[in-house]
Each structure stands twice: as C-alpha cells, then as structure tokens.
C-alpha cells in the first residue's frame, strides 16, 4: 500500500501562502490519480482539487479557484498544493490521497491511501 506524507501547513495571516507537499513511497506514482481533501473544525471532509497521472485538473471547491493550485512532480513521488491569498474559511487539516484511477472523485472512499493530515490555520 502507498504511505503518503504530507508538510508544509502551518499559521498564516489572511492573504499569505503556503505550499503543502505529498511525498508517496510507491515508485509507481506516476500512474495515480491524487486528490486534496480538507476537513474544518465541525464540517464533514471535502474533496478540494484532484489531479490525474498526465497532469488532468479538477477543482471541486468553487471558493478556491483562482487561489489554489496542484501540481505534481513525478520523478519525485510528489504533489504539491500551493495556496494562495489565504482566508480564514480556509482553516482545515488537509489531506492528500491516492487513487489508481485514471480521473480525480469527490468521494472519499474511492482513495486508496491517505496522508496523515497537515493543519492549515488562516489567522491574524
């Protein structure tokens, strides 16, 4: 099973940055589907953006077009979200996931392996 490993979230103030990364362990990274989910205090988790194996998009949430963005670098088993002009409804544990699929899905239980969650909190 893929083990993923994610950095990079961490406190920021209204408008800032931060880049989240995925690190999987699997060598065959290159033929996953991956997706980011986060999760707000009291909310159910949400499917945020997917990526394909080719470089294929998918934005779920409307609120963070524009301002976020995934990448992936597959000679490093890495996918990145960059975040930026942050907001406070921002404020969630993000998680990356896997799928081998050739499409991103808004469902959680269509993931193989998830990551163990980075917490991002937007804040003066």
């Known amino acids: 099973q893929v083990q993923l490993v994610e950095s990079g979230g961490g406190l920021v103030q209204p408008g800032g940055s931060l880049r989240l990364s995925c690190a999987a362990s699997e060598g065959t990274f290159g033929s996953y589907t991956m997706g980011w989910f986060r999760q707000a205090p009291g909310k159910e988790r949400e499917w945020v953006v997917g990526m394909t194996w080719s470089g294929g998009t998918a934005y779920n949430v409307e609120s963070v077009k524009g301002r976020f963005t995934i990448s992936r670098d597959n000679a490093k088993s890495t996918v990145y979200l960059h975040m930026n002009n942050l907001k406070p409804e921002d404020t969630a544990i993000y998680y990356c996931?896997?799928?081998?699929?050739?499409?991103?899905?808004?469902?959680?239980?269509?993931?193989?392996?998830w990551g163990q969650g980075t917490q991002v909190t937007v804040s003066e």
């Open positions: 996931a896997i799928r081998a699929a050739s499409s991103p899905s808004p469902r959680s239980h269509d993931y193989e392996s």
